[in-house]
């Protein structure tokens, strides 16, 4: 069973900067591809981020391109997503995930990933 741990969310204002991290654990942790996700209220659930765990490519929703930055720690089994110059928009509460089958690889849809986080709530006020 995989589990995933989301931390880092908060309030800030616009323009700042938060580092959101997943912890993930399991006896048989081996993922092809981790993602983030937001949800805002009222909205469907947005691909963010995505990474592939082997080999750290990484892939971005286009309109995130160049905020947003996504890491990976082989040795901690931990994710991050680097949120830069933060705009009241981004407000959500945001979800990483997991997907342990090649239909996950390079994935946008979150129907394609298997394990999911509690989410974290980040605030941005103007």
């Known amino acids: 069973q995989v589990q995933l741990v989301e931390s880092g969310g908060g309030l800030v204002q616009a323009g700042e900067s938060l580092r959101l991290s997943c912890a993930a654990s399991g006896r048989t942790f081996r993922p092809y591809t981790m993602g983030w996700f937001r949800q805002a209220p009222g909205m469907e659930r947005q691909f963010v981020s995505g990474i592939y765990w082997a080999g750290g490519y990484a892939y971005y929703a286009d309109s995130l391109r160049g905020r947003f930055t996504i890491s990976r720690d082989h040795a901690t089994n931990t994710m991050y997503l680097q949120m830069d110059s933060l705009k009241p928009e981004d407000t959500a509460v945001y979800y990483c995930?997991?997907?342990?089958?090649?239909?996950?690889?390079?994935?946008?849809?979150?129907?394609?990933?298997?394990?999911w986080g509690q989410g974290t709530q980040v605030t941005v006020s103007s």
């Open positions: 995930a997991a997907s342990d089958s090649l239909r996950g690889v390079g994935a946008r849809d979150a129907d394609l990933y298997e394990y």
